[in-house]
């Protein structure tokens, strides 16, 4: 019975034929024993180049032409996202539009012109005067509360007096400060108005109020007025009456009728005992 040896034993373990190997070795003219001996074993536990590798170069794998052209596409359009990203995420800048030049002295300018000063109209806080002349009983300056109108004016005054021109007026209407407001004589029936009754700002005459002069026929020297027929433009043109006593004359003419003596001139407004005198001579009736 052959004896089997540990290393022809290892060797049928590990799927080699120790006959072959005998055969070789008797063919060759090597002693069996030789072959069989421990020493010779060695290189065979070597491992080879190829079984020296580690792990990880184990389980890499080789992606091939077409894997590693997949691979770059892959990361190329990674890197365009990602800059994509970061340029669309970034804010635009804005640009601030070019505002023009302030000019200093046109500010200035519209700041003194926003300042109150003469020119402004009144406060609306303060009180008005108003000068109320013509067919009223207190002709003269009065003094009224801001936002008065025209029938306040005239109750101020003392109020119209017969014959007056009211409704010539709107008495509903706001007067301002400086104002004048002349009440003149209601035209008779059939008649057309001699002086009605206006209002005027400031010193500009009274619209309807001819002034001496325009269009008045002037009684000529030596010349004496008939009271009852004398029109307003003439008893103005006689010294020391104006156009409100001429109004006041007629007025009071067409209330009490005709004149029937030059003493009756007393009972008109604005015509006192001197005035008479001066006017004596010049009328008659």
Do not use: C, Y
């Amino acid at each position: 019975m052959r004896t089997e040896l540990p290393a022809a034993r290892l060797q049928r373990r590990l799927g080699a034929d120790p006959e072959a190997d005998s055969d070789t070795g008797a063919a060759d003219g090597s002693d069996p024993e030789i072959q069989d001996d421990q020493n010779s074993l060695l290189p065979r536990w070597v491992p080879d180049a190829g079984e020296g590798r580690g792990w990880l170069a184990k389980m890499r794998a080789d992606p091939g032409r077409a894997g590693a052209i997949a691979l770059a596409v892959v990361a190329a359009l990674a890197v365009l996202v990602t800059v994509f990203t970061l340029i669309r995420d970034r804010p635009a800048p804005v640009m601030s539009a070019k505002l023009p030049p302030v000019d200093k002295a046109a500010t200035a300018g519209a700041r003194s012109s926003a300042s109150p000063g003469a020119g402004q109209p009144a406060a609306p806080d303060r009180p008005v005067v108003v000068s109320v002349v013509g067919l009223v009983h207190t002709p003269g300056l009065v003094t009224l509360a801001p936002g008065a109108r025209i029938a306040d004016a005239l109750q101020a005054a003392g109020g119209a007096v017969n014959g007056a021109d009211t409704i010539g007026l709107n008495m509903a209407r706001p007067v301002g400060d400086g104002e004048q407001i002349v009440v003149g004589l209601a035209p008779a029936a059939g008649q057309p108005t001699a002086l009605g009754s206006s209002v005027a700002s400031g010193s500009a005459p009274a619209s309807g109020a001819p002034g001496p002069g325009s269009g008045t026929v002037k009684p000529k020297p030596g010349e004496v007025l008939d009271l009852n027929t004398a029109t307003v433009e003439q008893l103005d043109a006689l010294p020391g009456v104006g156009p409100v006593t001429a109004a006041a004359i007629v007025a009071w003419r067409q209330a009490n009728g005709k004149f029937t003596s030059v003493d009756q001139l007393a009972d008109v407004d604005g015509i006192g005992p001197a005035r008479l005198e001066k006017l004596r001579p010049l009328v008659r009736v």
